[in-house]
Every structure is written in structure tokens, then in C-alpha cells.
């Protein structure tokens, strides 16, 4: 299982059979590099204990079995992207110790065999965090509430969170700026990005997220899985809770407050939209 190691790289590479530590030191060493996928191969090389030109398509798919017992899914798609990078750095320069065909396919393991057991809030667990977040107590907590805000009413990509600090939102135009693409905002959101006006400076990390869901499971009674709440059950619930207008193009979660009926003629009946849309022309 990848985990986090104080060891300095210099040191684990050493422990390399010089014939696998090769190629390790080639890829460090050329203008591909990139810290992420080194430390990926690295570990891929320790795993399979082979140098890398030898590395069959059996050896990659018991490396991918293993990790996807141990890590969430982005993270085995992460280890599947590295080794397709490095992969085709060697081939791409015609290195002559590579076999025809070496390791062909091997991307399609993103989407083979890696079942996702994402599940959606149910009422009485929803209604338990937002009691949670009624009582917080601390800074931490409100990370916490603003993080499975941002997932849940807005489905934002994981990648995309720490673009969504409130002090990165244009509040006058009620959007977020992820590389190139506005992310509208709702309500909800403004109110929280009001609340957390200061933002939350050195707090505001990567890792805060599944921190701070870890955090929010503590506080589900009826949580009754052997894990953590994780972003994927929040995407869930947001499809699950959260509706399109029909009328303009917010969405708001189902809660009566944000939604009314407006009477349609000539239809003569009545349909719900937001509430930002009442007493506007449908």
C-alpha cells in the first residue's frame, strides 16, 4: 500500500538492484520528470522488484489489484496515469531494451475493473451533518462544513477545491475560476463564503478534504460502512438531492424554502421553480 515515507528518495533508491535503479535514475534525470509520477514509479519498481523493461502485462495488473484493495479509486487512476507516462517516454525514444508491445493497454485499467461503492447520503444521515454543522465549535469544523457544501451543491471536481477558497470567489459575479472555466454559485454558497469572509489561510490544503470528511463521519450515528465518507458519496448525494430549475440555470437542493409554484398558462396548472425565478417572467 503507497503511503507517506520520511525516508529521503536518494536512500530508497539504494536499495534498488542496480539494473532496476536505472531506470528510476533515467527517468529523474530527463526533461519529463515530474516529482508525482517519480514517486509513483518508484514505488511501482519496488513493488515488482524487476527492472522496468522486463515488466509484463500480469506483473502491472497484481501491482493495480493491490492498490485498488488499499486506495480510493483517484488514486489508483493516478499510479495508471504515471506508469502510461513513463512508459511512453522510453518507447518514444526507440530505447532498444523495450519489447514490441511492452505494457499495450495498459490505460484501459482506468475504467476495467474498479467498481466504485459510492453511495448516496440517505435523508436521516444528511439531516444528521447538517445538525453537526449547527453546533460547530472550531475553525476546523468550519473547513469542514464549507468543503462538503462545495461538493454537494455544486459537484465541483476534487481538483478543483482549493480554487474555491472564499477569498478566490467573485462575489459580484457569485462565480469561482477553475484554470479556465466560471463555476456558478448558489445561495447556499454565498452564505457560507459570507460566514468564512476571512478564509482560511494556511488551513486551506490538498489533504484538508478527506480530512475533513473524515471528520464529518465521526459525527454519523447511523454511518454503517467499514470507511470514511468520501467525495464520491457526496457527488451521489448531490445528484440525488440537489434539482435544475427549470427555468433559469441554478440548481438548488430540495429543500421547500428554494423552490416555488408558479401557475403556467395556458396550461392552468401549477410547476415548481426556484426561488430566485419568483416574480420573474417564465
Partial sequence: MPTKCAIPIKYRTENLDEHIRKFYIEYQESDVWKSAYGSHFLYCLQFWNKPFNIVTSDDFKNLIAVLKKNNAPDTVKNYISSISSIKSYFINKQDPRFPSGFLDGIEKEKIIGNPSDAEALTLAQLAEIRAFFKDIK?????????????????????????????????????????EDNEIQYNEKIAQLIE??????????????????????????????????????????????????????????ENLADNWVLVRIEPENNYRLVCSECKGRRI
Fill in 138 to 178: 472550531n475553525r476546523s469544523e468550519l473547513i469542514s462544513e464549507y468543503i462538503f457544501e462545495l461538493i454537494f451543491q455544486l459537484k465541483i471536481e476534487k481538483k478543483g477545491i482549493m480554487s474555491c477558497a472564499p477569498q478566490m470567489a467573485d462575489k459580484d459575479r457569485r462565480v469561482f475560476t477553475i
Fill in 195 to 252: 460566514k468564512n469572509s476571512e478564509g482560511f489561510e494556511d488551513k486551506w490544503k490538498p489533504g484538508r478534504i478527506d480530512t475533513s470528511l473524515k471528520h464529518i463521519t465521526k459525527h454519523l450515528s447511523n454511518w454503517n460502512k467499514s470507511r470514511d465518507l468520501k467525495y464520491n458519496d457526496i457527488v451521489e448525494s448531490h445528484r440525488k438531492y440537489v434539482i435544475q430549475c427549470p427555468n433559469c440555470p441554478n440548481k438548488a
